[in-house]
Protein backbone atom coordinates (compact mmCIF):
# COMPACT_ATOMS: atom_id res chain seq x y z
CA UNK A 1 0.00 0.00 0.00
CA UNK A 2 0.91 3.81 -0.56
CA UNK A 3 2.93 5.29 2.13
CA UNK A 4 3.39 8.99 2.78
CA UNK A 5 6.37 10.58 4.87
CA UNK A 6 6.86 14.07 6.08
CA UNK A 7 10.47 14.37 7.56
CA UNK A 8 9.85 17.04 9.34
CA UNK A 9 7.69 16.49 12.73
CA UNK A 10 8.14 19.64 14.26
CA UNK A 11 9.29 23.00 12.58
CA UNK A 12 9.77 26.56 14.34
CA UNK A 13 10.10 29.51 12.73
CA UNK A 14 10.41 33.23 13.14
CA UNK A 15 7.48 35.49 11.07
CA UNK A 16 8.50 36.47 7.36
CA UNK A 17 10.82 33.44 7.49
CA UNK A 18 10.56 31.19 4.34
CA UNK A 19 8.29 27.52 4.96
CA UNK A 20 9.23 24.18 3.09
CA UNK A 21 7.46 20.94 4.32
CA UNK A 22 8.88 17.92 2.48
CA UNK A 23 6.16 14.77 1.32
CA UNK A 24 6.91 12.02 -0.18
CA UNK A 25 4.96 9.26 -1.34
CA UNK A 26 6.36 5.75 -1.96
CA UNK A 27 5.51 4.89 -5.70
CA UNK A 28 2.80 5.38 -8.16
CA UNK A 29 2.27 6.27 -11.76
CA UNK A 30 -0.92 9.05 -11.51
CA UNK A 31 -2.07 10.16 -7.98
CA UNK A 32 -3.81 13.24 -6.53
CA UNK A 33 -2.23 14.66 -4.06
CA UNK A 34 -3.19 16.94 -0.72
CA UNK A 35 -1.89 19.21 1.72
CA UNK A 36 -4.06 19.58 4.52
CA UNK A 37 -4.05 22.32 7.65
CA UNK A 38 -5.41 21.91 11.29
CA UNK A 39 -5.25 25.17 13.17
CA UNK A 40 -5.67 24.90 16.90
CA UNK A 41 -8.90 23.67 17.77
CA UNK A 42 -10.18 23.21 13.94
CA UNK A 43 -11.07 20.33 12.17
CA UNK A 44 -9.15 19.64 8.78
CA UNK A 45 -9.02 21.87 6.35
CA UNK A 46 -7.99 21.69 2.31
CA UNK A 47 -5.04 23.83 1.74
CA UNK A 48 -4.50 23.16 -1.67
CA UNK A 49 -4.65 19.72 -3.99
CA UNK A 50 -2.73 18.23 -7.44
CA UNK A 51 -4.91 16.36 -9.72
CA UNK A 52 -2.80 16.91 -13.23
CA UNK A 53 -1.23 19.75 -15.11
CA UNK A 54 1.22 22.54 -14.33
CA UNK A 55 2.83 20.58 -10.98
CA UNK A 56 3.23 24.15 -9.06
CA UNK A 57 0.19 24.33 -7.26
CA UNK A 58 -1.34 27.83 -5.67
CA UNK A 59 -3.69 27.40 -2.36
CA UNK A 60 -4.73 28.90 -0.07
CA UNK A 61 -3.29 31.70 2.67
CA UNK A 62 -0.32 32.13 -0.46
CA UNK A 63 0.94 28.38 -0.02
CA UNK A 64 1.99 26.15 -2.65
CA UNK A 65 3.39 22.96 -3.44
CA UNK A 66 5.60 21.64 -6.34
CA UNK A 67 4.60 17.99 -7.59
CA UNK A 68 7.87 16.57 -8.46
CA UNK A 69 7.08 13.18 -10.71
CA UNK A 70 10.77 11.55 -10.27
CA UNK A 71 11.04 12.05 -6.57
CA UNK A 72 8.08 11.28 -5.48
CA UNK A 73 7.59 14.49 -4.05
CA UNK A 74 4.95 17.48 -3.22
CA UNK A 75 6.43 19.89 -0.99
CA UNK A 76 4.68 22.67 0.66
CA UNK A 77 6.26 26.23 0.50
CA UNK A 78 5.48 29.69 1.53
CA UNK A 79 7.56 32.29 1.04
CA UNK A 80 7.11 34.47 4.34
CA UNK A 81 5.14 32.73 7.23
CA UNK A 82 3.02 34.82 9.85
CA UNK A 83 2.02 33.43 13.65
CA UNK A 84 -1.53 32.32 12.26
CA UNK A 85 0.20 29.91 10.17
CA UNK A 86 1.19 28.08 13.34
CA UNK A 87 -1.06 24.74 12.62
CA UNK A 88 -0.54 21.03 11.92
CA UNK A 89 0.00 19.79 8.08
CA UNK A 90 -0.86 16.69 6.59
CA UNK A 91 0.20 15.28 3.19
CA UNK A 92 -2.16 12.87 1.29
CA UNK A 93 -1.37 11.10 -1.23
CA UNK A 94 -5.14 9.57 -3.41
CA UNK A 95 -3.95 6.51 -5.09
CA UNK A 96 -5.15 5.22 -7.74
CA UNK A 97 -7.01 8.94 -8.36
CA UNK A 98 -10.23 8.93 -7.76
CA UNK A 99 -10.13 6.08 -4.92
CA UNK A 100 -11.88 6.03 -1.86
CA UNK A 101 -9.42 6.57 0.18
CA UNK A 102 -6.27 8.91 1.37
CA UNK A 103 -3.18 7.77 2.71
CA UNK A 104 -2.06 10.78 5.47
CA UNK A 105 1.51 11.30 6.47
CA UNK A 106 2.26 11.59 10.13
CA UNK A 107 1.64 15.66 9.58
CA UNK A 108 4.42 18.45 10.95
CA UNK A 109 3.79 20.68 13.41
CA UNK A 110 4.47 24.29 12.65
CA UNK A 111 5.20 26.84 15.09
CA UNK A 112 5.27 30.77 14.32
CA UNK A 113 7.04 32.64 16.46
CA UNK A 114 6.06 36.10 16.33
CA UNK B 1 -20.50 23.80 1.01
CA UNK B 2 -20.37 20.29 2.94
CA UNK B 3 -21.12 19.94 6.33
CA UNK B 4 -19.52 17.09 8.66
CA UNK B 5 -21.23 16.97 11.54
CA UNK B 6 -19.75 14.99 14.61
CA UNK B 7 -22.48 14.72 17.50
CA UNK B 8 -19.61 15.04 20.24
CA UNK B 9 -16.49 16.83 20.78
CA UNK B 10 -15.45 15.55 24.04
CA UNK B 11 -16.32 12.52 25.60
CA UNK B 12 -15.03 10.52 28.78
CA UNK B 13 -15.86 7.02 29.15
CA UNK B 14 -14.67 4.54 31.59
CA UNK B 15 -12.80 0.73 30.57
CA UNK B 16 -15.27 -1.21 29.28
CA UNK B 17 -17.90 0.85 28.40
CA UNK B 18 -19.92 0.39 24.88
CA UNK B 19 -19.34 3.74 23.07
CA UNK B 20 -20.80 5.43 19.85
CA UNK B 21 -19.51 8.07 17.90
CA UNK B 22 -21.97 9.48 15.70
CA UNK B 23 -20.96 11.31 12.12
CA UNK B 24 -23.76 12.83 9.75
CA UNK B 25 -22.97 14.77 5.90
CA UNK B 26 -25.02 16.99 4.24
CA UNK B 27 -24.00 16.26 0.45
CA UNK B 28 -25.17 12.83 -0.15
CA UNK B 29 -21.69 11.53 -0.43
CA UNK B 30 -21.84 8.14 -0.80
CA UNK B 31 -18.23 7.60 0.94
CA UNK B 32 -17.30 8.17 4.60
CA UNK B 33 -14.61 7.51 6.97
CA UNK B 34 -13.63 6.95 10.56
CA UNK B 35 -9.67 7.89 11.53
CA UNK B 36 -7.86 8.60 14.35
CA UNK B 37 -5.61 11.26 15.19
CA UNK B 38 -2.50 10.98 17.37
CA UNK B 39 0.71 12.60 17.78
CA UNK B 40 3.55 11.66 15.90
CA UNK B 41 1.11 9.05 14.00
CA UNK B 42 -0.67 11.34 11.96
CA UNK B 43 -4.01 10.27 10.69
CA UNK B 44 -4.57 6.75 10.61
CA UNK B 45 -7.96 4.85 9.03
CA UNK B 46 -10.11 2.71 11.31
CA UNK B 47 -13.22 2.07 8.72
CA UNK B 48 -14.68 3.27 5.97
CA UNK B 49 -17.96 2.61 3.72
CA UNK B 50 -18.65 3.23 0.27
CA UNK B 51 -22.59 2.76 0.47
CA UNK B 52 -24.94 2.23 3.02
CA UNK B 53 -24.64 -1.23 4.48
CA UNK B 54 -21.47 -1.20 3.13
CA UNK B 55 -18.15 -1.09 5.13
CA UNK B 56 -14.17 -1.83 4.58
CA UNK B 57 -11.64 -2.46 7.31
CA UNK B 58 -8.82 0.11 7.21
CA UNK B 59 -5.51 -0.25 8.68
CA UNK B 60 -6.25 -0.50 12.64
CA UNK B 61 -9.86 -1.76 12.71
CA UNK B 62 -9.14 -4.33 15.41
CA UNK B 63 -11.48 -3.00 18.43
CA UNK B 64 -14.07 -1.46 16.12
CA UNK B 65 -17.03 -1.63 14.00
CA UNK B 66 -19.15 0.32 12.38
CA UNK B 67 -22.54 0.70 11.34
CA UNK B 68 -23.84 2.64 8.23
CA UNK B 69 -28.16 2.23 8.20
CA UNK B 70 -28.46 5.17 6.19
CA UNK B 71 -26.49 7.43 3.38
CA UNK B 72 -25.63 10.58 5.67
CA UNK B 73 -24.77 8.46 8.90
CA UNK B 74 -21.55 6.73 9.61
CA UNK B 75 -21.37 5.58 12.97
CA UNK B 76 -18.59 4.24 14.88
CA UNK B 77 -18.32 1.73 18.18
CA UNK B 78 -16.32 0.66 20.77
CA UNK B 79 -17.43 -2.64 21.92
CA UNK B 80 -15.49 -2.74 25.18
CA UNK B 81 -13.65 0.35 25.11
CA UNK B 82 -10.12 0.76 26.20
CA UNK B 83 -7.39 3.00 27.66
CA UNK B 84 -5.66 2.70 24.23
CA UNK B 85 -8.24 4.01 22.41
CA UNK B 86 -8.31 7.16 24.21
CA UNK B 87 -7.68 9.55 21.05
CA UNK B 88 -8.98 11.94 18.78
CA UNK B 89 -11.59 10.64 15.90
CA UNK B 90 -12.16 12.26 12.53
CA UNK B 91 -14.82 11.62 10.47
CA UNK B 92 -14.57 12.36 6.39
CA UNK B 93 -16.60 12.00 3.36
CA UNK B 94 -15.99 11.61 -0.05
CA UNK B 95 -17.67 12.14 -2.94
CA UNK B 96 -17.49 10.70 -6.01
CA UNK B 97 -14.68 11.39 -8.78
CA UNK B 98 -11.63 13.49 -8.03
CA UNK B 99 -12.50 15.32 -4.62
CA UNK B 100 -11.40 16.15 -1.58
CA UNK B 101 -11.95 14.80 1.61
CA UNK B 102 -14.60 16.69 4.34
CA UNK B 103 -13.54 16.49 7.96
CA UNK B 104 -15.56 16.87 10.71
CA UNK B 105 -14.56 18.71 13.93
CA UNK B 106 -13.71 15.69 15.74
CA UNK B 107 -14.01 13.91 19.16
CA UNK B 108 -11.73 14.01 21.45
CA UNK B 109 -12.84 10.64 23.87
CA UNK B 110 -10.73 9.45 27.13
CA UNK B 111 -10.98 6.06 28.35
CA UNK B 112 -10.11 6.17 31.78
Known amino acids: AQSVSQHNHHVILSEAASLELGCNYS??????LFWYVQYPGQHLQLLLK??????LVKGIKGFEAEFIKSKFSFNLRKPSVQWSDTAEYFC????????????FGTGTRLTVIP | DVKVTQSSRYLVKRTGEKVFLECVQD?????MFWYRQDPGLGLRLIYF???????EKGDIPEGYSVSREKKERFSLILESASTNQTSMYLC???????????FGNGTRLTVT
Open chain 1, 92 to 103: AVNDPPGANNLF
Open chain 1, 27 to 32: YGGTVN
Open chain 1, 50 to 55: YFSGDP
Open chain 2, 27 to 31: MDHEN
Open chain 2, 49 to 55: SYDVKMK
Open chain 2, 92 to 102: ASLGTGQAPLH
